[in-house]
């Protein structure tokens, strides 16, 4: 049990001077989720009851392929900007949240890296 007030504890520790540059990012990744999000809704409407050859010849397509990646990009970047915050402000404990936000990282690159090789894979390969 600390004596000192909340401003004598926080005092002199400055500012993590990241937080205009992620709240940017959020923001601008959730600005290009919009158009992106509904082009992804009016693209997968227009590919129901198409087979594997189809969908591989729509995603051919230099604009689909170029808005698809951008699309999962986006998403699992604002994801991973999102649950950052989360963890920052309601994980306690210091190694909880270090391992948490590492792990959130890692996942976030995981993912978005097999989904974006996984849809060129599908443009391109077998």
Known sequence: MSLRSDLGRVRGLGSA???TSHWWAQRLTAV???PL???FVWSVIN???VDHIGFKNWLN???NLVLMILFVGSLFYHMQLGLQVVI???VHGEKKKVTSLVLNLF???FFGVSSI???LKVAFGS
């Open 17 to 19: 001077k990241e937080g």
């Open 32 to 34: 290009a989720l919009l």
């Open 37 to 39: 999000s509904f082009w």
């Open 47 to 49: 590919l129901v009851g």
């Open 61 to 63: 397509e230099n604009a």
């Open 88 to 90: 920052e402000d309601y």
């Open 107 to 109: 996942v976030a690159l």
């Open 117 to 119: 090789v996984a849809l």
